[in-house]
């Protein structure tokens, strides 16, 4: 399985950018569907993007849809999130996220979570 490490979070103002990464562990990155999800206070947590292992094909929640961009370099086996006009309400520890992965003809049930990193979005 692969291993993954996010960065780029931290405290921000509210209508601010911010853009998180995620590394993985391995160039076996480029066989994985990958997400982002996010974990507000006192809250469970919760599916923010995610993207085809090809990066052809994305999908967003509604709370984030036309202010977050999920994309992918896998060369550099590396997944984003470009948020733009940050809200107080995406405030959360947020989570890269891979699974399933392709094998061959087959689809693996992997499922990978990184670390998180910390969002504050400020008033």
């Known amino acids: 399985q692969v291993q993954l490490r996010e960065s780029g979070g931290g405290l921000v103002q509210a209508g601010a950018s911010l853009r998180l990464s995620c590394v993985a562990s391995d160039d076996i990155f480029s066989d994985y569907r990958m997400g982002w999800f996010r974990q507000p206070p006192g809250k469970g947590r919760e599916f923010v993007a995610r993207?085809?292992?090809?990066?052809?094909?994305?999908d967003y929640s509604e709370s984030v849809k036309g202010r977050f961009t999920i994309s992918r370099d896998n060369a550099k086996r590396t997944l984003y999130l470009q948020m733009n006009s940050v809200k107080l309400e995406d405030t959360a520890v947020y989570y890269c996220?891979?699974?399933?992965?392709?094998?061959?003809?087959?689809?693996?049930?992997?499922?990978?979570w990184g670390q998180g990193t910390q969002v504050t979005v400020s008033s």
């Open positions: 996220n891979a699974g399933p992965r392709r094998s061959g003809n087959l689809i693996l049930p992997e499922n990978v």
């Open positions: 993207i085809s292992s090809s990066g052809d094909s994305t």
